[in-house]
């Protein structure tokens, strides 16, 4: 069974670093491009950060260029988000999920994901 589950967020003051880590199974993760998306209470999900299959390239929102970091190890089939110098509207369910090579690029058609973490930036 494909599984995407995602650890590490919780409960952050402002200017703070969280890592969140995502750890899948039941498929060829090496294939796949990966990404990080979020969603606040109210709001539309939004990307966050991509990489694709072989790590060689990332894509980043502009809210969190210089502040956030995508990366991955196959050989441990995991996804990592590094966030950084935390802000408000930081505050989101982060999720990962996982697509086809070019799902990066165009920040759309994954098809995979995971259950999510809450990530709360108190100020």
């Known amino acids: 069974q494909v599984q995407l589950v995602e650890s590490g967020g919780g409960l952050v003051q402002a200017g703070d670093s969280v890592r969140l880590s995502c750890a899948a199974s039941?498929?060829?993760?090496?294939?796949?491009?990966m990404g990080w998306f979020r969603r606040a209470p109210g709001m539309e999900r939004e990307f966050v950060a991509t990489?694709?299959?072989?790590?060689?390239?990332?894509y980043y929102a502009d809210s969190v260029k210089g502040r956030f970091t995508i990366s991955r190890d196959n050989a441990k089939n995991t996804v990592v988000l590094q966030m950084n110098s935390l802000k408000p509207e930081d505050m989101a369910a982060y999720y990962c999920?996982?697509?086809?090579?070019?799902?990066?690029?165009?920040?759309?058609?994954?098809?995979?994901w995971g259950q999510g973490t809450q990530v709360t930036v108190s100020s």
């Open positions: 999920a996982a697509g086809p090579r070019g799902a990066a690029l165009r920040r759309s058609q994954y098809d995979y």
């Open positions: 990489i694709t299959w072989l790590g060689s390239y990332t």
């Open positions: 039941g498929f060829a993760f090496s294939t796949k491009d």
